[in-house]
Structure formats: structure tokens, C-alpha cells
């Protein structure tokens, strides 16, 4: 493996008396594209959220990019810096509007400081994250008047500006018709294919795995119950049971899919 860039030791995380996330060991080396899939409920944003330092768990050890995120061993913003993460939504409320260009912006805000002033070379760095993205047109309008993959597309720019070492993502398809959920898929992939960065997503669908996805990690019952390459991880006993048994495994050029079983 790579060097790693996340690294898990005997973590255990208990709400309400249950144990909602145990992972006894899980390793992301740098410049692995990393899926976590699993049924909601199986503990995937809370891994994330582990990973941030949003949630402290009650035993174990995280690092993230070298630095010990629990027990923190220094201030979690500066780490923060360094790692881009795509929430499945952000609230736009009408009444306080921004644009396109500005909610991507406030990811370089966190990088220059919160009551600086942006410089002419971030808003370069803002304006071609949008390009890249295909959201260049779309940088004046309200965000809130976007459509949910529109969106999406312009949480994924508010991360890149950090020109984060870690890009995390919750869920990054949820919600989105089939056209919108295609095009994120594939601005995954023209995103690594540039940039190479280290990226862990989580997702409950297999549709939402792009291709450039090298492993895949399976979490039931917040437990890791498989991780390897997808090819090996999935096949009918394990679409059947995340799925059900009226589902077959379709693979396709590193694409996968959960389908009907025929009679």
C-alpha cells in the first residue's frame, strides 16, 4: 500500500448504548480512490464524520494526513485545511442568497484566513474549478435556484479550491435523477484522472462507484464485512445481501450495478 493517509486502529464509536461504528483496523494509502458502501444505517457518515473529528469516538486512534485526530494531538482546523469534504447537501436558504461563485469560494476562505480578503490568484483558482467542472456559465446565478446536481457539482468546487490532500464525500449522488448521478460519476473520474488525489467516498448504491475506484470497503451493522477490489467484493451473495434476493449483480467497464433478476 501507499503511504497511508488515513489510518483507523481498534475504533469504536457507542450513541444511545449501541455500538454504531467498529472498525478494528482500515488503512487509505495516497492516491487510492476508496469506496464504503453499505445500507444506511451501517455507520458510513459517521466513519466520515470520525475522520473529521465531528464525532469523537470512544476508543481508538485516527490519523488523517499523518496527524492524530483522536485523541487530538493539535487544533483539528488546521487539518480541516487539508481535506476537502462534499456534504450531501447545503442548506440554501433564498433569503440570505449566494452565488455559485461565492459558496465555492468559501472553501478558499478557510485556506486565506476568515476575515481576509480573497486575492486575484484565488478567485483564478475559483473561477477554474468552476470551468472544470462545467459550471463556468452557471457562476453569477443564485445557488439556490440550481438543481440538486448543479449543486452537488459546486459542493465538489468548494472543496477542490482548498487543494485539499483528502477529498471526502458523503453520499454524493444521493437524491439525483439518473442524468445528474451520471455526470457526478464522471466528473469523479476526469477529477482523479487530472489531479491523482486521495479520495474516500461513501455511498449505498453501486451506481454511485466511478471507475477509477480501486477498493471497495462494505460496512453492515457499522462492522467491516469485506474490502478489497470490487470485482472481488462484489458478486451475487453480496448484492444479495445488501440488496435482496430479487437483485443480481451487472458489471461493465468498472461500472456496477444492482439489477432485476431475471426469472
Partial sequence: MNQPVVEI???LVRRGGQNILQVERLNVGRGDVAAVLGPNGAGKSTLLNSLLGFIRPNVGEIRVLGRRVHPPAAPLYLLRRRVGFVPQALAAHGETPLTVREVAAIGRTGIAGLFRRLKSSDWRLVDSWLERLGLGELAERAYAGLSGGEQRKTLIAKAMVQEPELLLLDEPTANLDLFWREQIVEALERLYEQTRLTVLLVCHQLEAIPPCCRRLVVLR????????PPEQVLGERMVEEL????LRLFASRRRYAAVPAGE
Fill in 221 to 228: 451493522g457499522g462492522r467491516p464485512v469485506a474490502d478489497g
Fill in 9 to 11: 486502529r481498534s475504533l
Fill in 243 to 246: 440488496y435482496g434476493s430479487r
